[in-house]
């Protein structure tokens, strides 16, 4: 599940994968005047593979939550997924659901952080892992931009042991070009025809 909106770009090509959605409309239409194909998700304007709306801060890791509560109830063996941003733990709805997901020995939960620092930068957070392991959970901290060290914590997260995981996948924005790490206008910013080429050649040549 997406909590952090600004990652369903990332979830398209997974939706297309499977077949749920074709890839010469999805790249015509994206962010146009009217396109449901947006950088928010929006439950109500897909047929399939979208499970909540995201863009508001701290919804979808209590939407998760709710799910995996519900699977252990129906004794479902299926395991719940969310991503999430650092800076969504500014909201109290997060630790709500941290605090029921731990009473609840929630430990087909798995929370993906993705930390970019965003919370770090305005203020002294005081660190996830202390945090999060006082509140119950399993803790892994991975490098956000290696897959097989992704793939191998994930494995990991899979233990039913009576407790919920928390990965905090350590990244940077614009990761691939050096051009977007270096500026944060690029968190906002949409490149015209000419910067589209330059920053595309960078992430080519990384």
């Given at each position: ?129 202390r945090k999060l392991e006082g509140f119950g959970f399993d803790f892994y901290e991975v490098d956000g931009h290696d897959m097989v060290e992704l793939e191998l914590v994930f494995k990991k997260a899979m ?48």
């Amino acid at each position: 599940m997406i909590s952090k909106g600004q990652a369903t770009l990332a979830l398209y090509p997974v939706l297309i994968k499977k077949g749920l959605y074709d890839f010469e409309t999805i790249y015509k239409e994206i962010g146009s005047f009217y396109s449901r194909y947006c950088i928010q998700t929006d439950i109500t304007k897909f047929d399939g593979g979208i499970e909540n709306n995201a863009g508001s801060l701290g919804h979808g890791f209590p939407f998760a939550t709710g799910i995996a509560y519900a699977n252990k109830i129906k004794k479902s063996p299926s395991k719940v997924f969310t991503l999430v941003g650092d800076g969504e733990f500014c909201e109290g709805t997060m630790w709500e659901s941290c605090l029921f997901a731990s009473a609840n020995k929630l430990d087909n939960l798995c929370v993906i952080i993705d930390d970019n620092d965003s919370v770090g930068s305005m203020i002294d957070f005081g660190g996830f892992k202390r945090k999060l392991e006082g509140f119950g959970f399993d803790f892994y901290e991975v490098d956000g931009h290696d897959m097989v060290e992704l793939e191998l914590v994930f494995k990991k997260a899979m233990v039913m042991n009576g407790r919920p995981k928390a990965v905090l996948a350590k990244t940077v924005r614009g990761f691939g070009s050096q051009t977007m790490t270096e500026n944060d206008i690029w968190f906002h910013k949409a490149p015209n025809v000419e910067e589209l080429k330059s920053l595309s050649q960078e992430v080519d040549e990384f």
